[in-house]
């Protein structure tokens, strides 16, 4: 798998527990795949089942950490809105640690020139639950409280891309 070869060629920072490697993998490696190879990753996540699972085990593996999460918690799900936004949603292990991802929406029109995505992150107490976002120049943006009842903040997360032309 070459995509998932590109991988190890990150710098990674050594010695990093299932914390790190978990953020490592959410905030640095899923937005810049999906910044600079995002046709790529979609077909990933379309065509290979685990995929988002593999890229996880990857980070874990070129870092001697232990995989604590069963791929079955790793799930990934395509969607269109009626105004033709395209999407995924990766869904990912419940959080223990503030700013790990319940879920990241991957959003984009048909031509791919507008793209965002966004995270479903816990905050410093467990039961805040912040949308972020990261954009095309590694600036994370803070939008504010999510709700997970409003299915998983993704109604948010599309009025956003809506609003930005």
């Not at 996880?56 to 079955?72: F, G, Q, R």
């Not at 292990?93 to 507008?114: G, M, R």
């Amino acid at each position: 798998m070459p995509f998932l070869q590109a991988i190890s060629i990150i710098e990674w920072e050594r010695n990093m527990n299932i914390n790190e490697a978990r953020y490592m993998y959410e905030h640095i490696l899923l937005p810049k795949f999906f910044f600079e190879e995002g046709m790529n990753l979609i077909g990933g996540l379309i065509t290979e089942k685990d995929f988002a699972y593999q890229m996880m085990k990857k980070v874990c593996d070129d870092n001697a950490v232990e995989m604590p999460y069963p791929k079955e918690l790793f799930l990934f799900e395509q969607f269109k809105t009626e105004d033709k936004i395209l999407g995924g949603k990766i869904f990912l292990p419940a959080p223990t640690e503030s700013s790990a991802c319940y879920v990241i929406y991957l959003l984009f029109n048909l031509q791919f020139d507008k793209i965002r995505f966004f995270t479903v992150e816990r905050g410093e107490e467990e039961t805040d639950v912040i949308l972020g976002e990261w954009t095309k120049d590694g600036e994370h943006l803070n939008h504010g409280k999510a709700d997970l009842r409003d299915s998983d903040g993704l109604n948010q997360a599309i009025a956003i891309y809506r609003s930005v032309q």
